[in-house]
């Protein structure tokens, strides 16, 4: 065999392995911060939705600190900020970020992985107007710069129990929920809350699978 059969036997052998890498951008978040500027007490008093957003970007920290406030990892490298079923956590977050929107993240769809605190992308581009239409044409959401969605996998819960932990799903991603609301506040930013959406039409913007199924839909950015 010679060598020109060798180079092309082994780029049709690792193109793939090559390729399967280049699908996802992995995205290191910036460690969170433990302290604030506001109370507890000053932030619930505060906070409210909000649903007209300015015309300025994020940076990353504040995304990362929003993030790790709704589902980071708090404790023994496991529990996460809130309050779990069983510990199960069913609950996936999404990031739609806008084009030039966060500072350091490009257009597109995230995964946030909670463990390593980071984001892999899942889809690429400018998203958030199809959520918007997807969430009953509500464009206000579209103005901020990042969306983020919240999903349950009930599978997580109901294997343990049973058909009970459909509804712990949705009390977790309401704690999830008021956690970004509350470290927004803390950050001077402003969140809107979306509940009516065409759950199958979000799945497909997204690009995630049904497995995944899209409780809350949050606007975050500066109100």
Known sequence: MNTLSILFITSFIFLPIFALAQTHTDVLLPKPSFTGKKSVEEAIKARRTVRHFKAKALNLEQLSQILWAAYGVTANGFYKSVPSAGALYPLDIWVAAGKNEVEGLQAGVYHYIPKAHRLTQVKAGELRDDIARASLYQSWMAEAPVILIITGEYERCTRKYGERGIPYTYIEAGHAGQNIFLQAEVLGLGIGIVGAF??????????????YDPILIMSVGYK
């Open 198 to 211: 065409h759950n199958d039409v979000v799945q497909k913007v997204l690009g995630i699978g049904k497995v």
